[in-house]
Nanobody, 127 residues
Framework: QVQLVESGGGLVQTGGSLRLSCAAS????????MGWFRQAPGKEREFVAA????????YYADSVNGRFTISRDNAKNTVYLQMNSLKPEDTAVYYC????????????????????WGQGTQVTVSS
């Protein structure tokens, strides 16, 4: 069992930056692949970024590639999402998620692969 708690959301102007954190409780954090997803009002939840167990491989949605960076610190049981050059279309509730058995990119970008989810943190980018 893994419990996830996101933090770091807020209101920022276009072009600004935010860093989201996701703290995991429980053991064996390093055995989980981690992902960030987001959901805007009236839209489906969409993949943002993911990172494998060791942190050596990352995946990004095209819409955030080059602007967002996912990282993890297994000693602190925490995964991060550094978001730069934010745009109004990045406004959404951001969720972190953990998956125990990812094996390829397709699994990492698919929400149903993930077993555990946080409660979400709101990110609002004003124009």
């Amino acid at each position: 069992q893994v419990q996830l708690v996101e933090s770091g959301g807020g209101l920022v102007q276009t072009g600004g930056s935010l860093r989201l954190s996701c703290a995991a409780s429980g053991r064996n954090f390093s055995l989980y692949g981690m992902g960030w997803f987001r959901q805007a009002p009236g839209k489906e939840r969409e993949f943002v970024a993911a990172i494998n167990r060791s942190g050596g491989t990352t995946y990004y949605a095209d819409s955030v590639n080059g602007r967002f960076t996912i990282s993890r610190d297994n000693a602190k049981n925490t995964v991060y999402l550094q978001m730069n050059s934010l745009k109004p279309e990045d406004t959404a509730v951001y969720y972190c998620a953990a998956t125990g058995a990812p094996s390829n990119r397709q699994m990492y970008v698919t929400a149903r692969t993930y077993n555990y989810w946080g409660q979400g943190t709101q990110v609002t980018v004003s124009s």
